[in-house]
């Protein structure tokens, strides 16, 4: 599935993102049955076999009210489903009855799942591999797929694979970069580019759980033009265009007066002598929500009154800490060794950068509960290593001035609460432990004094809002608008402390 999640306007992305499809579940039960299971609302039995010293997953068929069937549920990993995705499930098994795969679908508000399912396959004494080729026909909150089988019988199940089908050179990007406007001001109208042609395309609008789906067509240059809704309420309002396994979506985000108010006095104060290219290193308080994150944001407001003369490139990874990055870095070298996700930092050098922003400490700084949360993942002394190898690599390779940004606190009374609640030898991480985050704090700050660098103390920032649980979404850990809205504002005061 492709989403040009952050290709809109000047903040990049390092990769399409999911542009060869996606993988959402791939099992071959040698190990575990892997979350499958029959829940008791629904008739037969979901158990683990060995036969011929290999492990499988054995459906067998039940009754209910007379009807002789069986099904098994399944979990697979979680991404935005829109209209028109195409989706393969590919089942190697044998036995008796008629195997059906499929997905349930779960939208946006209360109800129950609908059930998308491929033909009835029959199966016999020998293993064959069953394909059953589905269509999302709207946009989901959540798929799981689904084994069933009809009739008196039982399936002996030795790999199951779900992955989107994405059509080959079917491209749709979002060219209106993230908005942000004072209600009950309007938007702009929202344009995509595609590679369709007089074609129609599916139309999502989210706001809350709120949902309404509609088609639109493609002009004769595959452009898409969608007026936003008038009077549209406060919050986040999504609009995703997507056809064929290609998909993009727009954001506008709709603020109070006061909130609006408060971001675009600062923006005011920001005078660009030039075009300023920006570099952002990361780890998923970037990476994630692209298209609306505090980099999509403050790139909004650095253009708003500096036209043309500010480019972002997002290089944030989900899950990354000092190693991670020094590793990456050094995979960007001809020849050097790959490190994990590599391809975010494809052409990392291909453009001169005037600032670097380096923004970690989240993943560094978590604990476990069987080390009764004392020790960070990184060590202060492991950080100090590693910033060393970024600052030089960087220092070698660009004329940039490098920031560093002070580390998240994280909603931390999730997590002890969490932790109250378990057995006493049960496991668990815990990020932003005050104490590792001060640390680690503290180790940047020598940096910044050592190498004359520039800190953006986002973490003060942070723990002075009255309502810190409001800075995160659910997890604690990663930014709400809230949290990406404060983040934003601070980086637009250190720009402001720069360009008068």
Avoid at 28 to 33: D, K, T
Avoid at 187 to 214: D, I, Q, Y
Wanted: aromatic share 10%; charged share 25%.
């Amino acid at each position: 599935m492709k989403r040009m999640l952050a290709c809109c306007g000047a903040v990049l992305s390092a990769v399409s993102l999911f542009a060869d499809g996606v993988v959402l579940k791939n099992d071959n039960f040698q190990r575990q049955l892997y979350g499958w299971n029959t829940p008791s609302y629904w008739p037969g039995k979901t158990s683990s076999v060995e036969e011929g010293g290999r492990k499988y997953l054995q459906l067998e068929s039940g009754v209910r009210d007379r009807e002789v069937f069986g099904r098994a549920l399944g979990y697979s990993r979680q991404i935005d489903f829109f209209a028109d995705t195409p989706i393969r499930i590919q089942v190697r098994a044998k036995g008796s009855g008629k195997l059906i795969a499929g997905v349930l679908t779960y939208t946006f508000g209360k109800g129950t799942p609908a059930y998308l399912s491929g033909a009835p396959a029959e199966l016999s004494d020998s293993f064959r591999t069953f394909t059953f080729d589905l269509v999302l026909p709207g946009c989901f909150r959540m798929i799981l797929p689904y084994l069933q089988i009809n009739g008196e019988g039982r399936a002996l199940v030795e790999s199951f694979k779900m992955e989107t089908m994405p059509e080959k050179g079917v491209s749709i990007e979002a060219k209106t970069p993230m908005q942000i406007v004072k209600a009950p001001d309007a938007a702009v109208p929202l344009v995509f580019a595609s590679s369709l042609r007089g074609e129609k395309v599916a139309v999502c609008r989210k706001h809350g759980t709120r949902v309404r789906e509609s088609k639109a067509d493609t002009g004769a240059d595959g452009s898409i033009s969608l007026a936003p809704e008038r009077g549209a309420g406060k919050g986040i309002h999504e609009i995703s265009v997507s056809a064929k396994g290609a998909a993009a979506t727009a954001y506008i985000d709709v603020q109070d007066p006061s909130v609006y108010d408060r971001s675009d006095a600062l923006a005011k104060t920001v005078r660009l002598p030039k075009k300023y290219n920006i570099l952002v290193i990361g780890d998923s308080l970037s990476d994630f929500y692209r298209g609306q994150n505090y980099l999509d944001r403050l790139f909004f407001w650095l253009d708003k009154y500096n036209p043309g003369r500010i480019a972002i490139r997002n290089a944030g990874v989900g899950g990354d800490y000092v190693q991670r990055v020094a590793e990456r870095l050094a995979g960007t070298l001809p020849g050097a060794r790959k490190a994990y996700r590599q391809n975010m930092y494809d052409n990392l050098f291909a453009e001169p950068y005037d600032l670097i922003f380096i923004f970690l400490g989240q993943n560094d700084t978590r604990s476990r509960r069987v080390q009764n949360f004392e020790q960070p993942l990184t060590s202060p002394e492991e950080q100090e290593k590693g910033l060393r190898k970024i600052l030089d690599f960087l220092g070698e390779r660009s004329k940039a001035r490098v920031v560093l940004i002070a580390p998240s606190p994280s909603y931390v009374k999730i997590f002890e609460d969490r932790a109250a609640k378990l057995p006493p030898k049960a496991d668990m991480v815990m990020f932003g432990r005050k104490e590792l985050v001060d640390r680690y704090d503290a180790v940047n700050r020598k940096f910044c004094a050592e190498r004359k660098l520039d800190y953006v103390d986002i973490l003060s920032s942070m723990r002075a809002e009255k309502d810190l649980k409001s800075l995160y979404v659910s997890d604690g850990v990663h930014l709400s608008p809230e949290g990406g809205r404060l983040i934003a504002d601070t980086l637009l005061k250190y720009f402001a402390s720069q360009f008068k």
